[in-house]
């Protein structure tokens, strides 16, 4: 895979109106190289790692990416992770610096896991990811999921993908 791409975000099925049917194949098991790709980076407030004000600043990142004309779906990835307890990152990729938000570059080698089920259950795949990447003599630095549907979405497909990204380096000798 090129430096800075994604695997396809397949929008083609959406019954919704919200979020379309994840396709899972493209994105598990990637690996991925990130050389200052670009994000958006904002925060959730939340009460025991469940964000309480996740929609309101989704709405607000979404719209000023789309005002900064900054959103390419060809490389479409929303990586979320937990700061503690009570604080939530979200990192949106964007084609341009967006006015008016706070911008951050990843670099670095990124491998991929889809799980599915219950959001309840990330904790256990997350220790089953990395426990997986320690097999293979791979250390996880940082581990950020990547949401694919709203809880309504997944409600209505049936089906509630949740895509892993860890940073990985080769275990130091």
């Known amino acids: 895979m090129q430096t800075n791409t994604l695997p396809v975000y397949d929008q083609s099925e959406n019954t919704t109106g919200c979020c379309p049917r994840f ?3 493209a994105w598990d098991g990637q690996d991925l190289h990130f050389d200052n790709k670009l994000f958006v ?26 005002t900064a004309g900054a ?11 937990d700061l503690a307890p009570w604080k939530g990152e979200h990192l949106f990729a964007v084609s341009k610096p967006v006015p008016n938000e706070e ?14 089920g219950p959001y309840r259950d990330a904790p256990k795949w997350l220790d089953q ?13 940082r581990i ?30």
């Open 41 to 66: 980076r904002v925060t959730t407030r939340n009460v025991m790692h469940v964000p309480m004000n996740m929609g309101s600043v989704f709405t607000h990142t979404f719209d000023a990416i789309e």
């Open 144 to 173: 950020y999921v990547f949401y694919t549907t709203c809880p309504k979405c997944a409600k209505a497909y049936g089906e509630n993908y949740v895509v892993a990204f860890a940073k990985v380096e080769p275990e130091p000798n």
């Open 23 to 25: 396709k899972p194949d």
């Open 129 to 141: 990811f990395e426990d997986e990447l320690e097999a293979q003599d791979l250390d996880a630095d």
């Open 103 to 116: 911008m951050v570059r990843l670099s670095g080698d990124y491998r991929t896991r889809v799980f599915n």
């Open 71 to 81: 959103m390419d779906p060809d490389n479409f990835v929303v990586l979320s992770r």
